[in-house]
Nanobody
Framework: QVHVVESGGGLVQAGGSLRLSCAASGSTSSISSMSWYRQAPGKQRELVATINRIGSTNYADSVRGRFTISRDNAKTAVYLVMNSLKPEDTAVYYC??????????WGQGTQVTVSS
């Protein structure tokens, strides 16, 4: 019902910045929240940031103050501005979309690599 596509990943040096984008299409009227997750090699997928339909946000302690999540006016796209990147931020970043009807939708992921 909802198709999710991420973009914006790449290779950056420590201290640099990246802007990730997530676009949702399909039954977008059913979206209740959109989030960014990440998964590093050998580690479990973790929540990075989330935003709901009224604009409330939540951040992981490890990224608070460095990352900012936002959405467009149609609430069909979310962005993650990542500043002061660290090698520990290296991971595949996934966009997650929650539908009020129950299902969760995932994007294909975008690789972020931070070199020291």
């Amino acid at each position: 019902q909802v198709h999710v596509v991420e973009s914006g990943g790449g290779l950056v040096q420590a201290g640099g910045s990246l802007r990730l984008s997530c676009a949702a299409s399909g039954s977008t009227s059913s979206i209740s929240s959109m989030s960014w997750y990440r998964q590093a090699p050998g580690k479990q997928r973790e929540l990075v940031a989330t935003i709901n339909r009224i604009g409330s946000t939540n951040y992981a302690d490890s990224v608070r103050g460095r990352f900012t999540i936002s959405r467009d006016n149609a609430k069909t796209a979310v962005y993650l501005v990542m500043n002061s990147l660290k090698p520990e931020d290296t991971a595949v970043y996934y966009c997650n979309v929650v539908s009020w009807a129950g299902p969760l939708y995932w994007g294909q992921g975008t690789q972020v690599t931070v070199s020291s």
